[in-house]
């Protein structure tokens, strides 16, 4: 296990989500069990430097994934990433509490 930033693209888990952390597999790979609710999806796209940029898709009207602009990740330390902003002021801060080649698990702040 690490925690590092994960690169390509990860599906919501959403049945294994608990405790404020979200669960994602790997997207090409892990096989979902059908659902009405639609997945969310994270394409990351990370840097040398430990950062990177990160996509958000969502499903649309039709259930096809509509994606999102594509949003910096600025490190900050001890797993975290601010979502766009800045280090000190943050839009929104994500926690990589696992990255293994099969599960991402992050929390939201």
């Given at each position: 296990?690490t ?10 888990s ?6 404020g ?36 898709m ?15 990740l600025?490190?900050l330390?001890m797993?975290?990433y ?6 000190e ?21």
């Amino acid at each position: 296990m690490t925690r590092v930033l994960p690169s390509g693209s990860w599906t919501h888990s959403f049945e294994e989500d608990g405790a404020g952390i979200e669960v994602y597999r790997p997207t090409a790979t892990f096989v979902f069990p059908p659902s009405r609710k639609g997945r969310k999806v994270l394409d990351f796209d990370a840097a040398a430097n430990g950062a990177g940029m990160l996509t958000s898709m969502v499903p649309g009207p039709d259930d096809r994934p509509r994606a999102g602009p594509a949003t910096a990740l600025i490190p900050l330390g001890m797993n975290r990433y601010a979502l766009a902003g800045t280090p000190e002021a943050p839009q929104e801060v994500i926690e990589i509490v696992e990255a293994a080649t099969d599960i991402l698990r992050l929390a939201r702040h």
